[in-house]
C-alpha cells in the first residue's frame, strides 16, 4: 500500500486551509509513515497517531481508561443484555460536509462486519445481528450478551455511507482533517471548522513530521523544531530527562513487543518447540538491555490491566533456562541447532533492539536464528499473508481482555496470523466475551492465560513505559496508555 501511494502521489493537496497569522500549529516528530488511511483496514500505530484525530467511534476512551460518550450522547441497554439504545450526537458533520445519519453508522458497522473489507477489527463485533435507527434511537442488536461491546465500539471509526477511497483521503467527523500529506515526509492537519464539541480543537494545525532517526527528533524537541514527540523509546527519554524546556509524561504501556510464531508449519507446529522460545528468553535481561530498565517483563496481558492480568512468576516457562529449552527441543525430535529467521519490524527501534537480544538468548539454547529487518509495508504484508516463520514486532493493548486475546487467538480471528487453533482456547474466549459477571470473567482469562503463556504462538516479552516528550509551553495533553491522542484537541501552545 505505501508503495502504491508513492507511485500515486508525492503530495496530495486535499483541501485549501490558510492559517491566519496568529494560528498555532504543532509540530510533532514521530518514526514512521502510515501505511495507509483506512480506519477500518490499517492499524499500525503511525496510522493511529493520525487517525485518532480524524476518526471517532460511537465511545471513546478517556485517560483514566473509562468508556465516554462521543458520537453516541448516550446509551442503555437492555436486561438481556442483547440491545444497545444509542442517542446519537445531533449536529456532526464530517470532514466534507455531510451532516452524520443514523444510515452513516449502519454503513460503517456493516463495512467493517464485511468480509471484502478484510478489516483486522471485524472479530471484535462478529456479535451484531443488526443495526438501525427507530423511534427510540439507534439501536444495535447482538446475538449474544458482550461484556466489552462499548469500549470496542471506541475503536469503530464512523465514515460517511458514500466516501471515497479511504487509503489516500480521509472523511471522518473528528476534531482535525487532512489537508496535505507527503509520504514519508509529512502530514499537515488543520481544524474542522464545524467540529460538534464547541471550543474544540484549540490548536489551528497539527503538521506531523516523519522523522525516522531518534536522535534527530531528540535534538529537534531540544531545540524547539518540534513540540511533540508522542511515543518515546527509553533511551531518548532518559537523554531528555533535565531538559528544562522539555517535559517527560509516562504511563504503563498496554502494548507489547513480541515474537510471533507461525504455528502453520514446521518447527513452530509443535508445541515443544514454542515453548523452548519461552524458556529461552530471559526477559529480565531483555528489559535491561532494549528498554534500559524502563519496562517490566509481562505475559498475555499488560501489567497495567491490574483486575485482569496474571503476574509473570505463575507461568513456568518464564523461568529463562537454556539448558531445558536445549531438552525440549531434542523431545521435539530436532537434532541439533534449530535455524529460524525472524522478520524484525524495522520502523520501531525497541522492537530491533528487542529482537537482537532475544537472538542472542535463542542461539545459547539450541536454537541458530537469523534476523530478517524489513520495512513496514513490506513487514505488514508479509504478517497479513502469514508469510513467516517468525517475527518481531509490537502489539497495541486496549482495556478489555477480550481486545487483547479473542481476535489474535480465537481459530480465524481477524488478526490470528500464527493459523493458531486451540477448541478449549476457544471456549474459554468466547465464555469470556459473553460472560458479564467480572469475578467469572477474572477465572477464565486466568485460565487462557496459563493455556497461552508457554505454548502459544506469541512469545510475550515485555511491557515498556510509554512516554511522550512535549515541549514545556505545550498545554492540557494527557497521555493514554493506548496511545490514543485523543487529547490533541485539547492542546494549546503558551507563548
Request: glycine share 8%; net charge positive; with cysteine.
Amino acid at each position: 500500500m505505501r508503495v502504491s501511494l508513492r507511485k500515486a502521489v508525492l503530495a496530495i493537496a486535499l483541501a485549501a486551509a490558510p492559517l491566519g497569522a496568529s494560528a498555532q500549529t504543532l509540530e510533532i516528530a514521530t518514526d514512521a509513515s502510515p501505511s495507509g488511511l483506512d480506519p477500518h483496514v490499517a492499524t499500525a500505530f503511525a496510522t493511529i497517531l493520525v487517525n485518532g484525530n480524524l476518526y471517532e467511534g460511537l465511545t471513546a476512551i478517556d485517560k483514566d481508561l473509562r468508556v465516554v460518550p462521543s458520537l453516541a450522547e448516550s446509551w442503555s441497554v437492555s436486561p438481556d443484555q442483547l440491545t444497545y439504545t444509542f442517542k446519537l450526537r445531533a449536529g456532526v458533520i464530517f470532514h466534507d460536509g455531510q451532516t452524520m445519519t443514523a444510515k452513516d453508522v449502519t454503513a460503517s458497522i456493516d463495512r467493517v462486519l464485511d468480509k471484502a473489507t478484510g478489516s483486522p477489527i471485524a472479530s471484535r463485533f462478529n456479535m451484531i445481528a443488526s443495526s438501525a435507527a427507530d423511534a427510540s434511537g439507534f439501536v444495535i442488536k447482538l446475538t449474544e450478551p458482550s461484556a466489552p461491546f462499548l469500549a470496542q465500539l471506541s475503536g469503530l471509526a464512523i465514515l460517511p455511507a458514500t466516501h471515497g477511497d479511504l487509503a489516500r483521503t480521509a472523511v471522518g467527523t473528528g476534531p482535525f482533517k487532512l489537508v496535505e500529506w507527503v509520504p514519508d515526509t509529512y502530514l499537515r492537519l488543520a481544524k474542522h471548522d464545524q467540529y460538534w464539541e464547541k471550543g474544540l480543537p484549540k490548536l489551528a494545525a497539527l503538521k506531523i513530521n516523519i522523522v525516522p532517526e531518534a536522535s534527530t527528533r531528540q535534538v529537534g524537541i531540544a531545540s524547539g523544531t518540534y513540540h511533540m514527540i508522542p511515543t518515546l523509546d527509553a533511551q531518548t527519554a532518559l537523554t531528555l530527562k533535565g531538559n528544562a524546556n522539555v517535559r517527560l509524561i509516562q504511563a504503563q504501556d498496554l502494548a507489547y513487543t513480541l515474537i510471533g510464531l507461525n504455528v502453520s508449519k514446521p518447527p513452530f507446529d509443535n508445541a515443544k518447540v514454542r515453548e523452548a522460545v519461552n524458556v529461552a528468553i530471559d526477559r529480565g535481561k531483555v528489559v535491561q538491555a532494549a528498554y534500559f530498565g524502563q519496562g517490566v517483563a509481562g505475559g498475555p496481558l499488560s501489567p497495567a490491566l491490574t483486575d485482569w492480568a496474571t503476574p509473570v512468576d505463575k507461568f513456568s516457562c518464564y523461568k529463562p533456562d537454556a539448558a531445558k529449552a536445549k531438552a525440549l527441543l531434542k523431545d521435539a525430535g530436532i537434532a541439533g541447532e534449530l535455524a529460524v529467521t525472524i522478520n524484525v519490524l524495522g520502523s520501531i527501534q525497541v522492537v530491533k533492539d528487542v529482537a537482537q537480544v532475544v537472538q542472542a538468548e535463542l542461539n545459547q539454547a539450541g536454537f541458530k536464528a537469523s534476523l530478517n529487518v524489513q520495512e513496514q509495508g513490506k513487514f505488514i504484508q508479509d504478517w497479513r499473508n502469514s508469510a513467516f516463520e517468525a517475527f518481531a514486532s509490537t502489539n497495541g493493548g486496549n482495556v478489555d481482555p477480550d481486545d487483547y486475546l479473542n481476535r489474535t487467538f480465537r481459530t480465524g480471528g481477524s488478526t490470528n496470523v500464527f493459523k493458531y487453533s486451540n477448541a478449549g482456547l476457544d471456549k474459554l474466549l468466547d465464555d469470556g466475551r459473553r460472560t458479564t459477571d467480572k469475578a467469572q470473567r477474572q477465572k477464565i482469562y486466568t485460565e487462557a492465560q496459563q493455556v497461552l503463556a508457554c505454548q502459544g504462538p506469541i512469545s510475550h516479552v515485555a511491557y515498556g513505559t510509554l512516554f511522550t516528550a512535549v515541549r514545556s509551553n505545550v498545554k492540557g495533553y494527557e497521555l493514554i496508555a493506548t496511545r490514543s491522542t485523543r487529547y490533541l484537541r485539547e492542546t494549546s501552545l503558551d507563548k
